[in-house]
T-cell receptor
Framework: AQTVTQSQPEMSVQEAETVTLSCTYD???????LFWYKQPPSRQMILVIR??????QNATENRFSVNFQKAAKSFSLKISDSQLGDAAMYFC???????????????FGTGTRLTIIP | EPEVTQTPSHQVTQMGQEVILRCVPI?????FYWYRQILGQKVEFLVS????????KSEIFDDQFSVERPDGSNFTLKIRSTKLEDSAMYFC???????????????FGPGTRLLVL
């Protein structure tokens, strides 16, 4: 079974600075997807970014980027120019590629609570 | 932008009562999921559903739980006889539109906060 580990229960960063959240995972599969979801105080799960394991290029979405190290099974999230609205719980998640269009479940890490200091 | 919706947003029930949590997935998505998150803990998979049948379920999803898609738009989770430990946030998610454009990303609803007293 796959496992996802987030070793930083809490992180804080000054507004406008850059912060990196860590995530490692364990799998024997070669094809899979990785995600970062954000959960603000409203507790809604919002997709931040996703990465396909077969792609060497790191995914980027505006101020959010990932450092995907497949051999090391590491998938960190970098938030640049941190804003007050970035304060939330961030979850790393793994999904097997499975069949094309398949319905594989997400396996989540325990989350990192990010605080933005004004 | 299409989104997953869930009702109710909050539900309080007495132990032993039945509850039905409702979800409307993104239209033309084909795969549906329920997850739960006990307060302060990580999100856990409950069940996945495709083509009107359960594809996979976790050990949490015992005989007290059931899912159905009664009318082609709603996707429901029923808990037959609630227990105190069922208190949690329940998330519905959907993925993959018929053209494959949504890829494998699961889009989550806002959740239903269930409190069992």
């Amino acid at each position: 079974a796959q496992t996802v580990t987030q070793s930083q229960p809490e992180m804080s960063v000054q507004e406008a600075e850059t912060v990196t959240l860590s995530c490692t995972y364990d799998t024997s599969e070669s094809d899979y997807y990785l995600f970062w979801y954000k959960q603000p105080p409203s507790r809604q799960m919002i997709l931040v970014i996703r990465q396909e394991a077969y792609k060497q290029q790191n995914a980027t979405e505006n101020r959010f980027s990932v450092n995907f190290q497949k051999a090391a099974k590491s998938f960190s999230l970098k938030i640049s120019d941190s804003q007050l609205g970035d304060a939330a719980m961030y979850f790393c998640a793994y999904r097997s590629a499975g069949l094309v269009g398949g319905n594989e479940k997400l396996t989540f890490g325990t989350g990192t609570r990010l605080t933005i200091i004004p | 932008e299409p989104e997953v919706t869930q009702t109710p947003s909050h539900q309080v029930t007495q132990m032993g009562q039945e509850v039905i949590l409702r979800c409307v997935p993104i239209s033309n998505h084909l795969y549906f999921y329920w997850y739960r998150q006990i307060l302060g803990q990580k999100v856990e998979f409950l069940v996945s559903f495709y083509n009107n049948e359960i594809s996979e379920k976790s050990e949490i999803f015992d005989d007290q739980f059931s899912v159905e898609r009664p009318d082609g738009s709603n996707f429901t989770l029923k808990i037959r006889s609630t227990k105190l430990e069922d208190s949690a946030m329940y998330f519905c998610a959907s993925s993959v539109d018929s053209s494959g454009r949504a890829g494998e990303t699961q889009y989550f609803g806002p959740g239903t906060r269930l409190l069992v007293l």
